[in-house]
């Protein structure tokens, strides 16, 4: 992951050699008669590393989106029905935290469903515990992905994750 001066880049070579890339652009060029590929290559050209390069190398289509993350606030959940991880809560890759995130629900999911009455005080408890935490990722990773800098607010939760992951402490009722 490299963060240049006017777009981060983050790109992984597999073991056959093969280079799967992605760029975060906040402020987008014009699309060129030809494509993307080279007001990409361009914009990326304003900083030293491999980003223009790896780019400029590449024969498939640019895929380009505005998508960044699910909006704070968007429902997880409907009757029985529960959406996890990036399902429930995608965020910029600007954190790097979209696995954690997918982990820590699984365990308080679990949690959850463990020490709860039922099924529907559960998933009512899991959401009340993961919205802050998450949201507050999401509101960071966006921040970052659009250029911004955020707060040096802490995460939300941040002191009591040992204990709400810990398997062996009961959850709050």
Known sequence: MVRGSRAAFGYAVSPDGETHWFARVADVPPKAPGGWREPLVELLRADSGPAADIVAATRDDIFVTDATEIPVGTPWR???????GDAAHAASPATGQG???????AVVL???LRDAPDLDAALTRYEALRRPRVEHNITVSGTLSRGGRPTGAPRPGEDDLVRLLDWDSKLAA
């Open 78 to 84: 409907s009757a029985r029905t529960l959406l996890v």
């Open 99 to 105: 696995a954690s995130m997918a982990l820590e629900d």
């Open 110 to 112: 679990a949690k959850s």
